[in-house]
């Protein structure tokens, strides 16, 4: 028998909050985190603005000495765990070993391995830290998430790219499903704002140019010219549904669907036509049981020329043309793009637009794109309480997903 999945938890540090009511209170205000790269010296750079975290204090979740021994992304991560964790109340309610966590990063430590082989080039081999290793690996945030809260089940990372986040979700969702786990801590992390970072994506082109953070991140927008790079983490505890109730939990939303596949078809560009990220899309809906009302989609919306454009195309392929129900927002457009934390922040805002039943808009979207002809919610929050919401990510290598949340229903 399959399970039904719920999500009882909710965790976020990002550019426009470091918790969850703070983050939901300034999108829906429309207000972005965007501004002028502070963690070094942008001369030379072709791009010189970022989402940062602000006010970010790792005290609140770590001795001093062992926040040094994490990597930003890291910290962050653990961090929106622990609010996760706090909020769903399940701490010592279910077996360690049916706890999973699935946490997820596009990249891992970036800033340590700047750092380190910064050491290695100008002090020789001796001055790289001892725990270069374990504070560079991708994995340890899940590892550090499953040793903090002695979750002994299956202790995985997701690397797709950009939509890392939401297939970390995904698969805590079908291990839940399909009976492999009771819970699992789950999301994703990513702290690249580092100078490799800025000028790697800066020099590929994905990054904007513009100077003026009003006109920074401008997703389905004609004026849109690539993303801004942000950071943080968004954690969420789901449960197997019995649990929950069994234990009196508050149960936020229902995970539904989730849909993945691959474009095969090029390491960073979308296929033009969105057929299989179409497909990721269409997955979930069918999985959610194709409900009547209103759709939410938080889109993977970056504001690049490309992505944008066929994403539109996906969108109305899945649902066969009938959109007329479907409302779409990226809120990239306030937080910028976080990269491995994008989808798990967005999987968050999509459960809370269930629970409190507004649509967050599309920031900044004075000029629509005329091939980009959905109703994305510019400008202004909307009060809707949709039937579904679907959160949308797409990553370099043609990495597809799509999760589905539906109201709590006994």
């Not at 904007?208 to 690539?226: H, M």
């Not at 597809?400 to 229903?409: D, I, Q, R, T, V």
Request: hydrophobic residues 40%; glycine residues 12%; charged residues 20%.
């Amino acid at each position: 028998m399959l399970n039904r999945v719920v999500v009882t938890g909710l965790g976020a540090v990002t550019p426009v909050g470091n918790d969850v009511n703070t983050m939901w209170e300034n999108l829906i205000s429309a207000r972005h985190g965007f501004g002028k790269i502070t963690r070094f010296d942008t001369e030379g750079f072709k791009a010189t603005l970022a989402a940062e975290v602000k006010g970010f204090d790792s005290l609140e979740y770590f001795e001093r000495n062992e926040a040094r021994r994490l990597d930003l992304f890291s910290q962050y991560a653990i961090a929106a765990a622990t609010q996760a964790m706090k909020d769903s109340g399940i701490n010592g309610s279910v077996d360690p070993e049916r706890f999973d966590v699935c946490f997820a990063t596009g990249i891992g430590g970036f800033e340590t391995i700047e750092t380190e082989i910064g050491k290695l080039l100008t002090a020789g081999p001796r001055k790289v830290s001892p725990l270069f290793i374990p504070m560079m690996i991708g994995n340890l945030a899940a590892g550090n998430i499953a040793i903090r809260f002695g979750a002994k089940g299956s202790a995985t990372c997701v690397v797709t790219a950009c939509a890392a986040g939401t297939d970390s979700i995904g698969q805590a969702y079908r291990a839940i499903k399909h009976g492999y786990a009771d819970a699992a801590i789950t999301g994703g992390c990513e702290a690249a704002l580092t100078k490799t970072g800025i000028a790697g994506f800066s020099n590929m082109t994905a990054l904007t140019s513009s100077a003026d953070p009003d006109a920074a991140s401008l997703p389905f927008d004609r004026r849109r010219g690539g993303f801004v790079m942000g950071e943080g983490a968004g954690a969420l505890i789901l449960e197997k549904y019995e649990n929950a109730i069994k234990r009196g939990a508050r149960i936020y939303a229902e995970i539904v669907g989730y849909g993945t596949t691959c474009d095969a078809h090029h390491i960073t560009a979308p296929s033009p036509d969105g057929v299989s990220s179409a497909r990721a899309i269409s997955n979930a809906y069918q999985e959610a049981g194709r409900p009547d009302g209103i759709i939410y989609i938080n889109a993977h919306g970056t504001g690049t020329p490309l992505n944008d454009v066929a994403e539109t195309q996906a969108i109305k392929s899945a649902f066969d043309g009938n959109v007329k129900n479907v409302l779409v927002s990226s809120t990239k457009s306030m937080t910028g793009h976080m990269l491995g934390a994008a989808g798990a922040v967005e999987a968050v805002i999509s459960v809370k637009a269930i629970t409190e039943g507004v649509i967050p808009p599309t920031a900044n979207l004075h000029e629509p794109d005329p091939e980009c002809d959905l109703d994305y919610v510019p400008l202004v929050a909307r009060k809707v309480t949709p039937a579904l919401t679907m959160s949308v990510s797409l990553g370099f290598g043609g990495h597809n997903a799509c999760l589905a949340f539906a109201p709590h229903e006994n």
